[in-house]
């Protein structure tokens, strides 16, 4: 792979993460951006927030094993827009 496309696949893996943790906590980020609640520019942010993770593995395995989740893991570099978006629900 080149690196951009290395780079691409990176932020396609994280932005996979970012959504399936607040889909699993309950919310919907498109959803939340269309009426509001995140600007556009948030999403991004989160998910480059997300590339500096250094335990994105075990965030994967954690998804993997399915069911609902309850609170991020303590390593998440979104707690804070993730809890604030759910207060906005």
Do not use: W
């Amino acid at each position: 792979m080149t690196p951009v496309s290395d780079r691409t696949a990176q932020l396609r893996h994280h932005a996979a993460l970012l959504d399936e943790t607040a889909s699993r906590l309950g919310m919907d980020l498109q959803e939340a951006a269309i009426r509001g609640a995140l600007k556009f520019d948030e999403i991004s942010d989160a998910v480059l927030r997300c590339t500096t993770c250094s335990q994105p593995e075990d965030c994967a395995q954690r998804l993997q094993a399915g069911g609902a989740v309850v609170a991020t893991p303590h390593y998440c570099r979104n707690t804070t827009l993730l809890k604030r978006l759910q207060g906005d629900q």
